[in-house]
Structure formats: C-alpha cells, structure tokens
C-alpha cells in the first residue's frame, strides 16, 4: 500500500514562506507527474500546483503563480513545494499526490476525496 507523508507546514505571519516535503514508500514519485493540492473546510480539494514526470514542466493555479514553486528530487523521492509572500487565504491543509488529471499551464485536478493515494496532509496556517 503506497503511503504518502507530507510534513513542513506551521504558522507563519503574512509574507512569510514556508516549504513542504512530500515523500513516500512503496511508490517512486518520479514514475508519475506529481501535485500539490490544498483544502479548506467546506471546500472542494483544489489543485495548487503540479509538475510532470521529469520536472520539465509544471502547472500552478492563478492564485499562486509567482509565489509558490513546485520542484522534484528524484534522488530523494521527494517533491518540494517553496510558499514566498504567503496570505491568509493560502491557509489550508495541504496534500500531495499524482494528479489524476494534468496538463502543463492547463489544470491539475486531484484524485477523488475517497482515494487511498491521500495521506493526512499538512496544516498551513498565515495568520498575524
């Protein structure tokens, strides 16, 4: 059974930056483009960023283009997400997993609520 783990999230003040980890066992990240995807209570899961197998290409939603970066260390098995200039409204619970739909500069829909592939996620509060 694959076991995602997500970790790097906190409080942080407005502005600030975090970077979250996405590692995981029995599952070679780099055998599939890979995405961040974040939710908030009430809401649909929604896909932040995502990047394609070989980290040539990348996808990010308009809310984050210029803040966030999404990158992958196939080495580590691990893909990286940089949070610069953070707002409130990026608070969220932030997943990890292999997209089940993405396109380059196009969109990067998650897997549904109900798939195993989701770990528990990583709380991400930008509060004063």
């Known amino acids: 059974q694959v076991h995602i783990k997500e970790s790097g999230g906190g409080l942080v003040q407005p502005g600030g930056s975090l970077r979250l980890s996405c590692t995981a066992s029995?599952?070679?990240?780099?055998?599939?483009?890979m995405g961040w995807f974040r939710q908030t209570p009430g809401k649909e899961r929604e896909g932040v960023a995502c990047?394609?197998?070989?980290?040539?290409?990348?996808y990010y939603a308009d809310s984050v283009t210029g803040r966030f970066t999404i990158s992958r260390d196939a080495s580590k098995n691990t893909v990286y997400l940089q949070m610069d200039s953070l707002k409130p409204e990026d608070t969220a619970i932030y997943y990890c997993?292999?997209?089940?739909?993405?396109?380059?500069?196009?969109?990067?829909?998650?897997?549904?609520?109900?798939?195993?592939?989701w770990g528990q996620g990583t709380q991400v509060t930008v509060s004063e």
């Open positions: 997993a292999p997209p089940l739909q993405y396109s380059s500069d196009a969109y990067c829909k998650p897997l549904a609520d109900d798939d195993a592939t």
């Open positions: 029995r599952m070679r990240l780099s055998d599939s483009p």
């Open positions: 990047i394609g197998r070989s980290g040539g290409t990348t």
